[in-house]
Protein backbone atom coordinates (compact mmCIF):
# COMPACT_ATOMS: atom_id res chain seq x y z
CA UNK A 1 0.00 0.00 0.00
CA UNK A 2 1.19 3.61 -0.44
CA UNK A 3 1.83 6.19 2.00
CA UNK A 4 -1.44 8.16 0.98
CA UNK A 5 -4.60 7.00 0.36
CA UNK A 6 -7.73 8.47 -0.47
CA UNK A 7 -11.27 7.43 0.08
CA UNK A 8 -14.52 9.34 -0.69
CA UNK A 9 -17.87 8.15 1.17
CA UNK A 10 -22.00 9.01 0.41
CA UNK A 11 -24.65 8.09 2.63
CA UNK A 12 -28.86 8.88 2.51
CA UNK A 13 -31.44 8.42 4.86
CA UNK A 14 -35.28 9.08 4.67
CA UNK A 15 -36.29 11.12 7.89
CA UNK A 16 -39.37 10.76 9.18
CA UNK A 17 -41.38 12.21 12.22
CA UNK A 18 -40.97 10.83 16.05
CA UNK A 19 -36.90 9.78 15.00
CA UNK A 20 -33.90 11.24 16.87
CA UNK A 21 -32.12 13.47 14.18
CA UNK A 22 -28.44 12.19 14.99
CA UNK A 23 -25.84 13.83 13.02
CA UNK A 24 -21.94 13.62 14.20
CA UNK A 25 -22.68 11.88 17.12
CA UNK A 26 -25.06 15.12 18.12
CA UNK A 27 -28.58 15.01 18.71
CA UNK A 28 -29.93 17.84 16.82
CA UNK A 29 -33.78 18.82 17.48
CA UNK A 30 -35.93 18.99 15.09
CA UNK A 31 -39.81 17.32 14.82
CA UNK A 32 -38.19 14.38 12.26
CA UNK A 33 -34.98 12.08 12.29
CA UNK A 34 -33.47 9.03 10.22
CA UNK A 35 -34.99 5.73 9.36
CA UNK A 36 -32.03 3.11 9.70
CA UNK A 37 -31.78 -0.13 11.00
CA UNK A 38 -28.76 1.70 13.30
CA UNK A 39 -29.33 4.98 14.63
CA UNK A 40 -29.07 6.17 10.93
CA UNK A 41 -26.33 8.80 11.64
CA UNK A 42 -25.57 10.12 8.10
CA UNK A 43 -22.07 11.91 8.64
CA UNK A 44 -21.07 8.96 10.47
CA UNK A 45 -21.59 6.56 7.67
CA UNK A 46 -20.35 8.63 5.19
CA UNK A 47 -17.16 8.91 6.95
CA UNK A 48 -17.06 5.13 7.59
CA UNK A 49 -17.41 4.49 4.09
CA UNK A 50 -14.93 6.76 2.79
CA UNK A 51 -12.39 5.07 5.70
CA UNK A 52 -12.61 2.11 3.83
CA UNK A 53 -12.89 2.87 0.67
CA UNK A 54 -9.68 4.11 1.30
CA UNK A 55 -7.74 1.38 2.01
CA UNK A 56 -10.15 -1.48 -0.47
CA UNK A 57 -12.35 -2.44 2.29
CA UNK A 58 -15.70 -1.62 0.57
CA UNK A 59 -18.13 -0.49 2.22
CA UNK A 60 -20.15 -0.06 5.55
CA UNK A 61 -22.78 -2.24 4.74
CA UNK A 62 -19.91 -5.33 4.24
CA UNK A 63 -18.72 -4.95 7.87
CA UNK A 64 -21.82 -4.00 9.51
CA UNK A 65 -25.00 -5.55 7.58
CA UNK A 66 -28.14 -4.12 8.09
CA UNK A 67 -29.45 -7.86 7.89
CA UNK A 68 -27.44 -8.11 11.31
CA UNK A 69 -29.33 -7.99 14.27
CA UNK A 70 -26.35 -6.99 16.54
CA UNK A 71 -26.28 -3.48 14.70
CA UNK A 72 -30.00 -3.35 15.76
CA UNK A 73 -30.13 0.20 16.82
CA UNK A 74 -26.31 0.64 17.39
CA UNK A 75 -24.57 4.32 17.71
CA UNK A 76 -22.47 4.56 14.55
CA UNK A 77 -20.25 6.02 17.17
CA UNK A 78 -19.45 2.16 18.38
CA UNK A 79 -18.98 1.54 14.02
CA UNK A 80 -16.91 4.83 13.44
CA UNK A 81 -14.48 3.54 16.48
CA UNK A 82 -14.22 -0.12 15.00
CA UNK A 83 -13.58 1.65 11.41
CA UNK A 84 -10.76 3.53 12.43
CA UNK A 85 -9.26 0.21 14.52
CA UNK A 86 -9.50 -1.37 10.84
CA UNK A 87 -7.78 1.67 9.52
CA UNK A 88 -5.23 1.17 12.46
CA UNK A 89 -4.55 -2.34 11.65
CA UNK A 90 -3.77 -1.19 8.23
CA UNK A 91 -1.02 0.77 9.21
CA UNK A 92 -3.17 4.59 8.56
CA UNK A 93 -3.86 7.63 10.56
CA UNK A 94 -6.34 10.27 9.27
CA UNK A 95 -4.47 13.44 7.23
CA UNK A 96 -7.99 15.21 7.46
CA UNK A 97 -11.56 14.94 6.33
CA UNK A 98 -13.83 17.34 4.55
CA UNK A 99 -17.39 16.33 4.86
CA UNK A 100 -21.05 17.84 3.66
CA UNK A 101 -23.92 17.16 5.11
CA UNK A 102 -27.44 18.00 3.04
CA UNK A 103 -30.73 19.05 4.63
CA UNK A 104 -33.00 21.31 4.35
CA UNK A 105 -33.97 21.91 7.91
CA UNK A 106 -33.30 22.33 10.89
CA UNK A 107 -29.86 24.33 10.10
CA UNK A 108 -26.49 22.93 11.50
CA UNK A 109 -24.52 25.91 12.14
CA UNK A 110 -24.62 25.85 15.82
CA UNK A 111 -24.06 22.24 15.94
CA UNK A 112 -20.80 21.44 13.66
CA UNK A 113 -18.19 22.37 16.13
CA UNK A 114 -19.79 20.08 18.44
CA UNK A 115 -19.74 17.19 15.61
CA UNK A 116 -16.19 18.19 14.52
CA UNK A 117 -15.07 17.75 17.97
CA UNK A 118 -16.84 14.11 18.59
CA UNK A 119 -15.17 12.77 15.30
CA UNK A 120 -11.46 14.08 15.71
CA UNK A 121 -11.97 12.48 19.55
CA UNK A 122 -13.27 9.03 18.08
CA UNK A 123 -10.91 9.16 14.95
CA UNK A 124 -7.93 10.37 17.16
CA UNK A 125 -7.08 13.51 15.01
CA UNK A 126 -6.78 17.14 15.29
CA UNK A 127 -9.95 18.85 15.51
CA UNK A 128 -8.14 20.97 12.69
CA UNK A 129 -8.05 18.02 10.52
CA UNK A 130 -12.26 17.72 10.73
CA UNK A 131 -13.93 20.19 8.64
CA UNK A 132 -17.72 19.89 8.34
CA UNK A 133 -20.09 21.81 5.52
CA UNK A 134 -23.89 22.21 5.97
CA UNK A 135 -25.93 22.64 2.43
CA UNK A 136 -29.41 22.64 1.52
CA UNK A 137 -30.95 21.42 -1.86
CA UNK A 138 -32.77 24.81 -2.46
CA UNK A 139 -36.07 22.38 -2.19
CA UNK A 140 -35.12 20.31 -5.00
CA UNK A 141 -35.63 16.31 -5.19
CA UNK A 142 -36.39 14.28 -2.06
CA UNK A 143 -33.57 16.02 0.46
CA UNK A 144 -34.58 19.21 -0.75
CA UNK A 145 -38.41 18.59 0.40
CA UNK A 146 -37.54 18.02 3.82
CA UNK A 147 -38.15 14.01 3.33
CA UNK A 148 -34.34 12.98 3.45
CA UNK A 149 -30.57 13.85 4.44
CA UNK A 150 -27.53 12.96 2.73
CA UNK A 151 -23.90 13.49 3.57
CA UNK A 152 -20.33 13.42 1.55
CA UNK A 153 -17.08 12.70 3.26
CA UNK A 154 -13.54 12.65 1.70
CA UNK A 155 -10.61 11.60 3.81
CA UNK A 156 -6.94 11.63 3.21
CA UNK A 157 -4.60 8.49 5.45
CA UNK A 158 -1.26 8.30 5.49
CA UNK A 159 0.84 5.88 6.53
CA UNK A 160 1.30 5.68 10.26
Not at 119 to 148: Q, Y
Request: aromatic content about 4%; charged content about 25%.
Amino acid sequence: MSNIRIGHGYDIHRLAEGKKLIIGGVIVPYNKGEVAHSDGDVLYHAIIDSLLGAIAEGDIGKHFPPSDEAYKNIDSALLLEKTFKIIQNKGYLIGNIDATVILEKPKLSSHIDSMRKNISAILHTDINNVSIKAKTKENCDSTGEGNAIEAFSSVLLLRS
